[in-house]
């Protein structure tokens, strides 16, 4: 099944304590990317990847790091969270940018 | 900046009536554009896409695209309580980035 995976689905964290949510695609997509949703402000985009090893920033992408090392998985990192970040996280991909993106069921970050 | 702006309703439709859902767009680049339906808890997943301007229309989803007003619809022809979500609209603007729409909450009414 063409799927997009994400995990934790939920993590309840301290202030400061490194975090990694994965993401991993089994479409063989290029574009990837993580969007935080936060009620009243919609989807808003951290980061995207076009390919392997090649990653940029989206609208909100500060206190986040993604990577790209492999097609398929697009972890994203919380080097130090804080309650600023406690929101709603979906992963997507696409098989290129212009394409429809597939989005995995999300992951619910509560940071105290 | 650009922009994509939804009116955020609820917009409430009586069962078997025609729900209409509107977006703008400031970014005279774009080329394409999705709509997702979301349920409340869920992922956003794809109703439609478009490309040219005019009429797309899938099952009960029609698609309307007015480049040249910057204006994209979505029209539910005999809106079921199913169709009851947040509907996204996010242009394609030709680069990586996506801005998506804060979205319009639909309420059918049974």
């Known amino acids: 099944e063409a799927q997009v995976t994400q995990n934790p689905r939920y993590l309840i964290t301290v202030t400061g304590k490194k975090l990694t949510v994965t993401c991993s695609q089994n479409?063989?997509?290029?574009?990837m990317s993580w969007y935080r949703q936060d009620p009243g402000l919609g989807l808003r985009q951290i980061y995207y990847?076009?390919?392997?090893?090649?990653?940029d920033k989206g609208d909100v992408p500060e206190g986040y790091k993604v990577s790209r090392k492999e097609k398929r998985n697009f972890p994203l990192i919380l080097e130090s969270p804080s309650p600023n970040q406690t929101s709603l996280y979906f992963c997507?991909?696409?098989?290129?940018?212009?394409?429809?993106?597939?989005f995995g069921d999300g992951t619910r970050l509560s940071i105290l | 900046q650009k922009e994509v702006e939804q009116n955020s309703g609820p917009l409430s439709v009586p069962e078997g009536a025609i729900a209409s859902l509107n977006c703008t767009y400031s970014?005279?680049?774009?080329?394409?554009f999705f709509w997702y339906r979301q349920y409340s808890g869920k992922s956003p997943e794809l109703i439609m896409f478009?490309?040219?301007?005019g009429d797309k229309e899938d099952g009960r989803f029609t698609a309307q695209l007015n480049k040249a007003s910057q204006y994209v619809s979505l029209l539910i022809r005999d809106s079921q309580p199913s169709d009851s979500a947040t509907y996204l609209c996010?242009?394609?603007?030709?680069?990586?980035?996506?801005?998506f729409g804060t979205g319009t909450r639909l309420k059918v009414l049974a």
């Open positions: 997507a991909s696409s098989l290129e940018r212009n394409q429809p993106q597939h």
């Open positions: 479409m063989n997509h290029e574009y």
């Open positions: 990847s076009m390919n392997v090893e090649v990653t």
């Open positions: 970014d005279r680049g774009s080329q394409s």
């Open positions: 478009i490309y040219s301007n």
């Open positions: 996010a242009p394609d603007s030709g680069t990586y980035k996506y801005i």
